[in-house]
């Protein structure tokens, strides 16, 4: 078993920050790819940033410059530092890793839980 686990969120005004972790626990053999995604009520999840085990990232257009993901790979965990937010940013974010589990010959993919991040004045 996978357990992936967001903290961080909560509440803050329009230009301020936040940084989201997520650490993954369990079964682990290695894991590739990790990355945060969204959702805000009445939209589709999307993808807010990702980045490899060898630290390659990617953004979603409208976090570049503002957003940064980084990892720590002995921790498990990823962060997003989340600076001049806005309230389009506001969403649950979700941590997702791409994981392969001990004894496994293969990858799956696994979700946590959810964090709010609500950007209000």
């Known amino acids: 078993q996978v357990q992936l686990v967001e903290s961080g969120g909560g509440l803050v005004q329009p230009g301020g920050s936040l940084r989201l972790s997520c650490a993954a626990s369990?079964?682990?053999?290695?894991?590739?790819?990790m990355g945060w995604y969204r959702q805000a009520p009445g939209k589709q999840r999307e993808l807010v940033a990702t980045?490899?085990?060898?630290?390659?990232?990617t953004y979603a257009d409208s976090v570049k410059g503002r957003f940064t993901i980084s990892r720590d790979n002995a921790k498990k965990t990823i962060y997003l530092q989340m600076n001049s937010l806005k309230p389009e940013d506001t969403a649950v974010y979700y941590c997702?890793?791409?994981?392969?589990?001990?004894?496994?010959?293969?990858?799956?993919?696994?979700w946590g839980q959810g964090t709010q991040v609500t950007v209000s004045s």
């Open positions: 997702n890793a791409h994981v392969r589990e001990d004894y496994s010959p293969s990858y799956s993919f696994y």
């Open positions: 369990g079964s682990i053999f290695s894991i590739n790819a």
């Open positions: 980045i490899t085990s060898s630290g390659s990232t």
